[in-house]
């Protein structure tokens, strides 16, 4: 299966609907006030970079990079179509944004997930990709939902 990641300048209604459909994975997996995906809108805010990969003329995954403070970025927005899980576009998607921010000079990278097993291969990908627990950043607040996950520092070149 060939693939296109392509940063993403502006709200398609194909983007609009994959965005709705990952906050929609989201719903019971943890109280609201632990639910930290964002919206679409919010995806478009300055500093914000996102990320699509097209394949079979869709959107299939979906990535982005957040700022927390001067070399540090979060990542926001992993999702891969049900549909598409298990063919590695989550992984090529991670790797991507690692080298993205790896060439802009970003140091450090984390994430917020969920603890519970929705999220288990979630966190198994980050944690072969070099990530590793971590205590709340940024604006989070430690939370018995969220587990938090750190990559420094952010490597030059990702393999895997």
Do not use: W
Not at 126 to 131: I, Q, T
Not at 134 to 144: I, K
């Amino acid at each position: 299966m060939s693939f296109v990641i392509e940063r993403v300048l502006r709200s398609t209604p194909a983007l609009s609907a994959f965005i709705a459909a990952h906050l929609a994975d989201m719903q019971g997996t943890a109280p609201p006030e632990s639910q930290h995906a964002l919206a679409v809108e919010r995806l478009f805010t300055p500093g914000i970079r996102l990320f699509a990969t097209t394949a079979e003329g869709r959107i299939v995954a979906t990535g982005a990079l957040a700022p927390v403070e001067d070399g540090h970025e979060e990542l926001k927005s992993m999702r891969t179509d049900p549909s598409m899980r298990g063919r590695g576009l989550g992984r090529a998607m991670l790797a991507f944004l690692i080298e993205d921010a790896a060439e802009r000079g970003i140091r450090r990278l984390s994430l917020e997930t969920g603890r519970h097993d929705f999220f288990a291969p979630a966190r198994a990908m980050y944690g072969k990709a070099g990530f590793v627990e971590c205590a709340a950043f940024g604006r989070y607040q430690p939370d018995e939902n969220s587990a938090f996950m750190t990559l420094v520092p952010v490597p030059a070149i990702m393999v895997g």
